[in-house]
């Protein structure tokens, strides 16, 4: 059921997308056919042969069509070639329900008019009047005004309904891929130039480099698809094998996700952590079972066969030539800032950054999940452990990027721990 915030929101870029429609109309002396039937049918084609792309919705290079229809003919053209991305032949098929059609059509079309809106204000010509390289400022700023008002209109219908920030919409599903988008100004921009130089035949020459593009696109995402296959079988044999890891190799993958979102990592650094967080503990599965669920303290042979989990990791992972590139943190995730942990001893920044981010998701859950022989601690306590280790074990900056994000802070005037004791807490759990 729609909630009210959300329904409000919906008239309200109906409201403004149909004004924008007459608005367009209202503009137009002439709608000219044979552009309106090319650009719809080009969209209707673009849209329904959207592949479907991991972390994202879809990707089409609709955004490229409508912007072309929108430079060549004006802003009806491309309104109408918008209102048709909503019913595609994917949504047809798939019997997506009618309100969501009408929205992605609204907000297609009303993120055309807030282009050419720009793309006036800008000098652009429309038609004949458009000139290479002249006329790229307009067209780049109708592309930035397009993609803008999409993402904005996305996050927050996204937003209303699940009842979470729009801005951690924003940066998670549209951000990164927003410089992805603005690269399909390059296809629109050749759209253009073939049509008033070549005439609408020429946009034919186009459609078979774009189907070798999207059928790239497809083989690389099912290479992906099975990617994450592997990964989930890895983490399937982990869980197995030990079953107090389930839940935990989900949560440090999200808290490390959380403080490297904090730090500012890079996107594709951060897809990296994360399969490494999920497969952080797989070097257990080469452990007896009865060292990984005994109840008591481990024996010092014990605790030494648990400490080489990394090193089994990285023997198992150099077999998979795509995971190769998350090894290091694997390997070096029990080092500590001050040289005492292990594989290597490394100290400070020798240590991989994605290996201290690691490290410290991996103790803070570890700290507050139940164990067998010993209850949790409350977020407050985990926290007090954590700075309480703070150039010892762990990186202050990465300590605090935690407790920023989770929004969670050790209790004013509770001793955070004596050093014995977290150690004991720290390196048992993790």
């Not at 139940?370 to 990186?395: H, M, N, V």
């Amino acid at each position: 059921m729609v909630n009210p915030s959300t329904r409000l929101f919906l008239a309200v870029v109906y409201t403004l997308a149909v004004a924008a429609c007459v608005a367009a109309l209202r503009q137009t002396a002439e709608v000219p056919l044979l552009g309106l039937l090319l650009f719809v049918t080009l969209s209707f084609l673009s849209d329904s042969l959207a592949v479907d792309v991991p972390l994202a919705a879809m990707t089409s290079v609709t955004f490229s069509v409508l912007l072309a229809a929108m430079v060549l003919f004006g802003p009806t053209v491309a309104i109408a070639a918008a209102v048709v991305t909503g019913a595609n032949w994917q949504d047809l098929k798939a019997r997506v329900p009618i309100h969501k059609i009408a929205y992605n059509s609204a907000q297609a079309s009303l993120a055309v008019y807030v282009a050419a809106f720009a793309y006036s204000i800008f000098g652009g010509q429309y038609g004949s009047g458009w000139s290479f390289p002249h006329s790229l400022l307009p067209t780049l700023a109708a592309s930035v005004a397009f993609l803008a008002t999409n993402m904005l209109l996305l996050s927050g219908v996204i937003a209303l309904s699940e009842k979470i920030s729009p801005f951690s919409v924003l940066k998670a599903d549209f951000l990164p891929y927003f410089g992805n988008n603005l690269a399909l100004v390059v296809l629109a921009v050749l759209m253009i130039k073939v049509f008033l130089t070549v005439g609408p035949a020429g946009l034919i020459l186009l459609v078979a480099p774009l189907l070798v593009a999207r059928q790239t696109l497809q083989v690389y995402v099912k290479l992906k698809e099975a990617y994450q296959g592997t990964v989930r079988s890895l983490v399937a044999a982990i869980e197995a094998k030990d079953a107090y890891t389930k839940g935990h190799s989900e949560r440090v993958a999200d808290y490390s996700e959380r403080i490297a979102r904090q730090i500012g990592l890079a996107e594709e650094e951060i897809e990296k952590l994360k399969i490494a967080a999920l497969l952080h503990d797989l070097g257990k599965i080469g452990i007896q079972r009865r060292i990984l669920s005994k109840s008591d303290k481990l024996s010092a042979d014990e605790y030494r066969l648990m400490r080489e989990h990394p090193e089994l990791a990285a023997g198992i992972l150099r077999n998979v030539d795509f995971l190769e590139e998350v090894i290091p943190t694997i390997y070096h995730h029990h080092e500590h800032v001050d040289g005492t942990g292990y594989v290597k001893r490394l100290r400070g920044d020798e240590i991989p950054l994605t290996a201290r981010i690691l490290a410290v998701a991996d103790a803070y859950d570890a700290m507050t999940s139940a164990r067998p022989y010993r209850p949790p601690l409350s977020e407050q306590a985990a926290a007090g452990e954590l700075l309480s280790c703070c150039g010892s074990q762990f990186d202050r900056k990465i300590v605090q990027a935690l407790l920023d994000a989770i929004c969670v802070y050790p209790e004013r005037g509770v001793d955070p721990g004596v050093a014995e004791g977290q150690l004991t807490i720290l390196e048992e759990t993790t």
